[in-house]
Each structure stands twice: as structure tokens, then as C-alpha cells.
């Protein structure tokens, strides 16, 4: 019989996730040098831009066979992939990185280092997300399906562009909840597995429910710009002259990318961070001092 011990404790305790990223995660992640954080962050900005490129194709052609819950729902289950990349691997996401903020409340790293963080984080997402939908642009993959791939990604990028302000970022909170939601809940899981299903189920229903992910939107809205530029797969989406003309860069960061990345910073800052720094933290604190 083997000697080897087995932890069978194959989960952490909420307290002491909420105190590995005070403590430890977030002060890491912070004092990453530059490079590193900025090559960490176009990974992940690829890693999501591939799971938002699969759910496109998954959901092409749905529309004749199932109904549009099912369709959404399809499409939200391949999604996930990105995500799971970016965990286990251990790239750079902004919008997970919003929980930093559990280590400025508890003055373990600084207001500027979570500025720095931020945004060499969130231009590397960006970078990586463009690159992959240049490359996909490159590749044909729009003509897929007799062009429907293509014109499912101009109508889905249409879309996102013609949000309200205030309807896009709603829809960031309510998205960036439940992606800090899936970070948490992989962080407090010793396994792989257990790691994939506590990332699938929140991002699945954040997905299928329509939320907005500002670093999902920046491959989604550029591969829709990109594509509409191919005459037929612009005939293909229906849309007319001057709804193409309507989404162009402007209307992506002004209209989109702006009010969701408000949004997915609220979502998580309010709904994650302060409330589970006020249930286990804040007392703890309390009691030290």
C-alpha cells in the first residue's frame, strides 16, 4: 500500500480565497514587471477571442434548427473555453484583475501599482483580441457556411455597437459579476476539473443571458469592422448601407467599449470584492486590531 498522503480537502474555504487574493494573488500579479504582465495579457486577450470566435461558428446556422434560447445556449457552453485557457495557464485578464482591489482596501499593494497593473493589462488584452480577429480575418474563416459565419459576426458586432449607454453598461456589471464569480470559485478549487466546471457554469449563463465582456467585445466588434469590409458577406448580413456605415471604430469604443468596461469594473469592484471583503475580511481585520 502506498505511503503517499492524500489531501482530501479538494477546496478551499470562501475566508481563505478571499484571503489568498488580498495576500498573495493579487500583490503577485501586481509586482509582475512589465513584459511579463504585457505578454501574459495578449495571451489572454487571444485565449477569450478564441473562445468568442468558436461561439460564433457553433451558433452559425442554428437559426433554421433551434429555437433562439438553444442557439444562445450552444453558443455560451463553447465560449467558456477562453476562459479555462486563461486560468490555467495563467495569462492576464482585466476584467479578472479588477479584484486587485481586494489588496489596495487591505493596503497590500498601492492605488498606482493597481493603475499600472490596469492598464498595461487591459492594452494587452486589446492587442491580443485584435490580433486574433486580423488573423481570422486573414485565414477566410468568415466565408465558412456559405458566408453565414461572416454575416453572423457583423450582425452580433451591429448589435453591441447600437446598445444604449446605459443598457451596455448594465449588462457589464451583470456580466463581470459572474466572470469574477468563475475566477473565485476556480481559485478555491486544488483540481483541474473542478477548476473547468466552477469557470463553465458562470460564464455559460453569462453568455446565453446576453451580458457584455469588454475584452470579449474587443474581438467581436473589430471581426465584425473587418468583415463587413468583403462585399458578400456584407449582402449576406442584410444590414443596409448605412447600418454597416454605423459600425465602424468610433461607435465601437465610444458606444460599446467605454460604458461596458465601466460597467465590468462596478460589477466587480461592488458585487465581488467589497461584498466578500465586508464577510470575511473586514471582521478579520476588526479582530486583529
Not at 136 to 153: E, T
Not at 189 to 201: D, E, L, M, Q
Request: with cysteine; charged share 10%; net charge positive.
Amino acid at each position: 500500500m502506498s505511503n503517499q498522503v492524500i489531501d482530501n480537502k479538494d477546496c478551499l474555504a470562501p475566508n481563505e480565497v478571499a484571503k489568498g487574493f488580498s495576500e498573495k494573488v493579487m500583490p503577485q500579479k501586481a509586482g509582475y514587471r512589465k513584459s511579463k504582465m504585457f505578454v501574459l495579457a495578449i495571451a489572454a486577450g487571444a485565449f477569450i477571442a478564441y473562445g468568442a470566435q468558436v461561439s460564433l461558428t457553433v451558433m452559425t446556422g442554428t437559426a433554421e434548427n433551434l429555437s433562439w434560447g438553444m442557439a444562445k445556449l450552444i453558443g455560451a457552453m463553447v465560449f467558456a473555453t477562453g476562459l479555462m485557457m486563461v486560468v490555467l495557464t495563467g495569462a492576464e485578464l482585466f476584467t479578472g484583475n479588477v479584484m486587485m482591489m481586494f489588496s489596495v482596501i487591505e493596503k497590500k499593494i498601492s492605488l498606482l501599482k493597481l493603475l499600472r497593473s490596469w492598464s498595461v493589462v487591459y492594452i494587452g488584452n486589446f492587442v491580443g483580441s485584435i490580433l486574433l480577429a486580423f488573423l481570422v480575418y486573414w485565414a477566410g474563416c468568415a466565408h465558412n457556411c456559405n458566408d453565414s459565419l461572416g454575416a453572423l459576426a457583423i450582425n452580433t458586432a451591429y448589435s453591441k455597437v447600437n446598445l444604449g449607454f446605459f443598457e451596455a453598461f448594465t449588462r457589464g456589471i451583470l456580466c463581470n459579476w459572474l466572470v469574477c464569480l468563475a475566477v473565485w470559485m476556480a481559485t478555491s478549487s486544488r483540481r483541474v476539473i473542478g477548476k473547468i466546471f466552477a469557470i463553465f457554469f458562470p460564464i455559460m449563463t453569462f453568455v446565453a443571458s446576453g451580458y457584455e465582456h469588454s475584452v470579449a467585445n474587443m474581438f467581436f466588434i473589430p471581426n465584425g469592422i473587418l468583415t463587413k469590409s468583403i462585399p458578400s458577406i456584407a449582402a449576406a448580413s442584410n444590414l443596409t448601407t448605412a447600418q454597416l456605415a454605423a459600425l465602424n471604430w468610433k461607435t465601437f469604443i465610444v458606444h460599446n467599449l467605454i460604458p461596458v468596461t465601466l460597467g465590468n469594473i462596478i460589477g466587480a469592484l461592488v458585487f465581488v470584492v467589497l461584498l466578500f471583503w465586508m464577510a470575511y475580511l473586514k471582521d478579520e481585520k476588526n479582530i486583529e486590531q
